[in-house]
């Protein structure tokens, strides 16, 4: 059974439809996880090989086409009906003499859609350069467009249902980053401290488990704070260093990310004290001065004035939406809170701000999940703002 | 600092650079994580943009290109010379307008190699349609080959050093295993299951720690055995069921995937005991059959020949390499126990075989992961090969 009321995919649906109409588009042919998972219900850990799922304007309900393996999941997830529920054959899995986008086009052929025009996801994760060339092929009659992103413009504002599961996760989030902090000591193996950090994001609350987030714990200390995407390692904690924690919790793949920064020892130094002070101060302003109807730009514009104050700037973005989605990211690659976004505010948008400052060999981050609210903003989680400091 | 011995990167390289002539390619671009981790040592959670290692035939060593923010994690984990590690701007990254791949092409270009045969791993996970489109356009007078899967089987025998990767990773995958039947219990809600594993993966040993597996636990219970790749959810395990295995440790990227079969209760069914002892002998005796210089086929025969007697037979294969890997999987995509296979098996090939027969409505899995040895096998972890019984 699929986990939202079948209205809720009719919906997303008939709002995918209006976008492919827009664009051009009579059947989408979507692979990514996340996409696969909001228009049918689909979740399993199958993307590692081809699957996706088509939308036709004239079909009132997707078709899901993946492994002859994982019909029975298909069946157990999502809201099809079997007549839509496809699996491909063992024997076209990993060889060079047929591809399982070859058998996709099939499919799409026997519909009678083999002369339209069929949108593809070019830049998504696990919708392969070959497996493009292969669809081509059996559909030779067809008309390709770029699709990319369709779907997760779609996504950008939230169900009800949705927020509710967002706020889940906020409530595990409490207690991921909780034990982080807890667990972290001088001694304590960085492999260790992770470990509790996953016990805790699966784990979850009494009421409800956790789900695996879209991307592993990143908890680095020392000269490794200037290299983000490493991952832990044997080595223990040190004392009078900071640890920068980017972390999630995930509640039936809806994210609720949250990042600090703790500092281990009786003596943070008072820049990074100075600099952690400014940095909480701009995240709550930024946070209070969010309205709907205000511009994705604007929001980051806040917060550049008041860092301008200090005679600081920060490079990249400083939030980008997110919610629903699989490895090996969160985000949603759409909306930014950047100069130039011009996405207008609606209320039930879901992001992520996440503001990190980092100096020659200091830095600090603090970060908030939220939604915007009918009248500002609602925060999934409720840790302190502010610099963790472990004695 | 990477992992291994520079000298240990320079025969990679060489034994890909013979591959690359004789498929008559030049300059060969990888997305492939493990590929990069491979040839380059490069490990960081940074697959979620475009990246590559590129390899020529007239270059000593690899040059690296990624996001700049990944620079420094390149610098610490390559055994490559400053010069060959080059980030590509943030304005890359996200947006319509220009693409990583457009700057590797440049890149490319800029080392005189734009008018050689350029090899692109066609199906590679992160290697997208949209990546190669966008390569092509900046090297447009560059022939392209399919190079996929030509460093995967480069990667098929493993060094030594590997295989101490790999011991380490067995050493932990007996701990993991261990937490799992330890923890299953009528009642134990599955997320609090999976959480003891993965905290288990993660600490690993007093002596070393465990890294993230390619693949999340998989510990299906009740009807949803026979949808093997969905997840966990917040049900507690019941009594007199079954609960299939499928985990995995991890060192330093490199896997050792474990499956059993648990039963809760003190009633399993009979024929369920009976299939679990013919399964295990039948394990017992393909793993003693293997020995250098026999065929892939050949090994999945003594299988086959076995469970034919009982009148029955596993239609997929029953092992495939496996080794260095990110997610999605940590299947290596080259050499299978199955029948057609006539890969010769040489010592530090690496293997999970994984026997798993179903049955109506029960059925039994057990695996090993083994290395072919001088004169058989070697297993990784020791878990005894039996239907686990928790009354």
Redesign the interface.
Known sequence: MALFANEEYIDRLNRTKARMGEAGIDVLVSSDPANMNYLAGY??????VPQCVVVSLDADTPIWIGRS??V??A???TFLPESDIIGYP?NYI?TLER?PMNFVGDVIAERGWGQKTVG?E????????????ELQKHLPDARFA?A?LLVNWVRLVKSDAEIALMREAGQIANRVMTTAIDRLEPGV????A???V???????TAE?????PA??P?MPTGE?T?????????AAYENEQMVNLELAACRHRYHCPIARTAYLGKNPPAKLVELAERTVEGLNLTLEAIRPDMLAEEVELVWRKHIAKFGLEK??RIGYAMGLNY???WGE?TASLRPGDQTVLKPNMTFHMILGMWMDNYGFECSESFRVSETGYETFSSVPRKLFIKE
């Open positions: 979740d399993g850990w199958s993307f590692y393996m994982d029975a999941g069946r157990h997830t063992e990993q591809h593809v070019m830049d998504a994760y696990y919708f392969s350069a070959r497996g493009y060339a770029n990319d193996r960085e492999c260790d992770v470990a509790a996953y016990q805790a994001q699966m784990s979850g409800f488990g956790g789900d695996y991307i592993v990143m490794k200037s290299a983000p995407h490493l991952t832990w390692t044997d490079e990249s490895p090996p990211d690659h």
